[in-house]
């Protein structure tokens, strides 16, 4: 299987014995260093294009009457069209890992996005093309393909510079549009030298959901999102080729066009994305080769199956370099000069099934129209006159089938050349984000024995369901049942129990959280992400020497997680331990200093140790990967407003606001700093939306009523106060501010009466305040009570 890349550790030694002077020996002169490779000067360059998430059929030149593709059009007519294409894996990772190497992933060990990273003894279609003396580069645009993958491996240049969408998305929210990704490569291709062949590559991730066109490209075709994604998209792809050929040395420009899987648009199959099933609409994919001289006329072949496995060796047909022996994938490159190559079966696969839900995982081969679904519920479709996959040819023609259920069984028997290595807790948190869900245990020793993922549809829908509902708090009972539902039928099934425990956290019922999860750990006690997650839940109940524990020991396990680092060290934060936590990330951040997280969290220690300076620093620079920080805004706006900066309190905590909307506290401290800047009306909104999501907050409200009396409306803010004054009328700053209410009716002795009221009552709680003790620490400020005039 795959592994991360390791650190290296430079070791240095002596032998502790004296040296004793000698003649120095006769030096021979220093032979030259031999010369770099250099690609022959009329060697063609060449341009890959991968893109994400797209299907075959939206674009013109496989037939989509409505796209508008034209420059993915014009490379098809002037080269190779396969008509018949497959992704290799539904994922982006994976399927890249793929393409790159010539390999299936049973053999390079990526199976999901997140769950390993491609190893260096793997030889890249990038390392072939710079070892021959090609110059390269990449550009890509999601943060699954990022150099933290691998994937990078061979490439001179890799800019992989993406940024997160929003805070839900975290890391794995990470994008950058396609016009982007073509200014890297632009800057890149005006520096390289005009005689020197190049093979660079771009990855546009643009039509993977949620599908956001550029508004331009959203008027144009108003109500078709991902027809506009994939439009945007090839207009980069024009200017990407304008560029590349006015770059390209005497031997010309190549291109070739692929995407890494489809999308299923409309429920096609019970799915409503991608990455689970391999039916046509997430595994059919277009697949253009355009050669450095242009076709006289377009080719499209028909009479072969072929896949994105295949990129690798029709890159290095084109480039006129060996093609290694015993790959996955063929060269198609004979197509541009001549008939269609033999080609043998396509394989597929997705491991999510069985990662996310314990069932078989799909697996599929086809050859010629033929497609083989090998999982316990065997099927057989003819894609040519069953393109909706709808009508299995079993038994009838299981004959036909034993040749392909032969193949998938090869493939799926070949040993990984990597060495083993399981996801972190972190990458587990949030492969959710984009909708890649994986899990670090295993329930069976054999597929065998799984249920078909297809003949449980309805479990997963059910799932996929609850997992929408937890996102809508007035469904989240109805989500519980769903959860409850199906853990009844599958009550080993981790994802069910992580999804309830995390929702039941969110409704704030954390004792029921933590037992579904110790239920859980006692299924599956080797499993980090589980014992991550109770530590979670026990720390929100308030135990958290315990979670330390807990999360202690899964760092022990997984030494170096980054998930577990900081959960160290918020708790030791949350119980005081600051010299512990300071020992820790001191330690931690010199073994990975550019650890946005890390910088994150010992800023904050830092600063609840009364070291802003220092903090100030570490809490800037851990914003530079545009991940916003609940805690990292909250300080700073702490620290602006110690210095008297109020305005830029106000601007880190309106930032942190619109990162984290659905943080109250955020907001409410938001609301503070406004407050403290005079500004009544933006103060006394950031309230009022406090109180229309908790409607109960009598502080909130009252804060709100006080803004409102601030700005001289006087009878808005007792409205506004009512509904508090009823239910608390011995809290004394509510009682305070009814006072200035009633002294601005002119009703002075009222005023005066409930005045005195406020005082005895804010004398019996600032009693009881002391006899309990200081209260511990926080990074904001709350709001000043009303004086009475």
């Known amino acids: 299987m795959a592994t991360p890349v390791p650190a290296l550790l430079f070791l240095m030694a002596c032998t502790g014995t004296e040296a004793v002077p000698t003649a120095p020996p006769e030096v021979a002169a220093p032979l030259a260093a031999p010369a770099a490779p250099q690609a022959p000067a009329n060697a063609p360059s060449l341009v890959i294009i991968t893109t994400d998430t797209t299907r075959a059929d939206r674009i013109g030149a496989y037939g989509y009457d409505k796209a508008h593709t034209p420059a993915m059009d014009a490379l098809a007519r002037e080269g190779v069209r396969f008509a ?66 691998g994937l990078d491996q061979g490439f001179d240049a890799y800019f992989d510079d993406v940024t997160a969408r929003g805070r839900k998305a975290g890391r794995w929210g990470q994008e950058r549009r396609a016009d982007a990704v073509v200014d890297d490569l632009a800057a890149w291709l005006a520096e390289k030298p005009a005689a020197q062949p190049f093979v660079a590559w771009a990855h546009f991730y643009d039509p993977h959901e949620p599908y956001d066109p550029p508004a331009a490209w959203k008027d144009k075709m108003p109500g078709r999102p991902y027809d506009a994604e994939i439009a945007a998209m090839d207009e980069q792809i024009g200017r990407l080729r304008g560029l590349a050929e006015a770059a390209a040395g005497p031997g010309g420009v190549a291109f070739i066009v692929l995407a890494d899987h489809g999308e299923a648009l409309n429920g096609e199959h019970g799915e409503q994305t991608h990455g689970l099933y391999v039916f046509d609409p997430t595994m059919r994919i277009p697949f253009i080769v355009r050669p ?23 890159a290095l047909g084109i480039l006129g370099l060996p093609v290694p022996e015993g790959l996955d994938g063929a060269d198609l490159s004979p197509t541009l000069a001549g008939p269609a190559p033999a080609r043998g079966p396509v394989y597929m696969e997705s491991e999510t099934p069985k990662q996310r839900f314990g069932f078989h995982p799909e697996v599929a081969v086809a050859q010629g129209a033929l497609k083989y679904f090998a999982t316990p519920s065997a099927l057989l479709f003819d894609v040519d006159a069953d ?38 807790p972190e990458v587990m948190d949030q492969l959710a984000a984009l909708g890649y869900v994986s899990n670090d245990f295993d329930r069976s020793s054999s597929d065998d024995a799984r249920p078909d993922a297809k003949d449980k549809a309805s479990v997963i829908a059910a799932l996929e369901s609850a997992r929408a509902k937890s996102r809508r708090p007035k469904e989240f009972k109805d989500a519980v049942a769903a959860y409850q539902a199906v853990l009844a039928e599958f009550p080993d099934m981790g994802e069910a129990r992580m999804g309830l425990a995390s929702l039941l956290q969110r409704m704030g019922r954390h004792p029921e959280a933590e037992q579904v999860l110790r239920d859980a750990v006692a299924r599956e006690p080797g499993s980090t992400v589980l014992r991550a997650n109770l530590a979670s839940a026990i720390a929100a109940q308030g135990r958290l020497s315990e979670a330390l524990d807990l999360v202690q020991s899964v760092h022990a396990q997984v030494p170096g997680d980054q998930l577990s680092q900081y959960a160290i060290l918020k708790y030791l934060t949350d119980m005081d331990r600051l010299e512990d936590g300071l020992r820790l990330s001191s330690e931690w951040l010199a073994a990975k200093p550019q650890d946005r997280g890390l910088m994150a969290l010992r800023g904050v220690l830092l600063l609840k140790s009364n070291r802003p300076a220092e903090a100030e620093p570490l ?26 900066d109020t305005a ?107 005045f005195d009221d406020a005082k005895t009552f804010k004398a019996a709680r600032d009693e009881r305040e002391r006899a309990a003790g200081p209260p511990a620490a926080v990074i904001a400020e709350g709001t000043d009570a009303p004086m009475v005039p």
């Open 84 to 149: 018949r294409a497959y992704a290799t894996v539904p994922l982006t990772t994976p399927s890249h890992a793929s393409m790159f190497t010539g390999v299936y992933p049973p053999r390079h060990g990526i199976r999901n996005n997140g769950d390993a990273t491609l190893p260096p003894s793997f030889t890249t279609l990038a390392e072939h093309a710079q070892a021959a003396g090609w110059r390269t580069a990449a550009s890509v645009s999601a943060f699954v393909t990022t150099r933290i993958w």
């Open 292 to 314: 450095a001289k242009p076709l006289a006329s377009p080719v499209v072949v028909q009479d072969i199956t072929v896949s994105n496995v295949d990129l690798m060796p029709t």
């Open 387 to 424: 393109p909706a996959e709808a009508n299995t040819l079993l038994p009838a023609r299981a004959a036909e089938s034993v040749t392909l259920a032969a193949y998938a069984k090869e493939v799926r028997a070949r040993a990984s050349e990597g060495t083993a290595a399981g996801p972190s």
């Open 619 to 644: 809490l800037t620079a851990s914003l530079e990967d545009h991940i916003p920080r609940e805690a990292v805004h909250r300080a700073l706006a702490l620290i602006a407003a110690a210095r008297g």
């Open 648 to 754: 830029a309190a106000v601007e880190w905590l309106q930032a942190g606001s619109e990162a984290f909307p659905q943080d109250l506290q955020v907001r409410l401290e938001l609301a503070n700093a406004l407050m403290r800047a005079q500004r009544w009306d933006d103060a006394a909104a950031e309230y009022a939306g406090v109180v229309e999501r908790n409607p109960k907050d009598d502080n909130a409200r009252r804060a709100w009523a006080q803004a409102i009396f601030n700005a001289g409306d006087y009878p808005g803010a007792a409205k506004i106060l009512a509904p508090a004054l009823t239910r608390r009328p011995d809290d004394p700053d509510i009682l305070l501010l009814h006072a200035n209410l009633l002294a601005k009716e002119g009703k002075m002795d009222q005023a005066k009466q409930v």
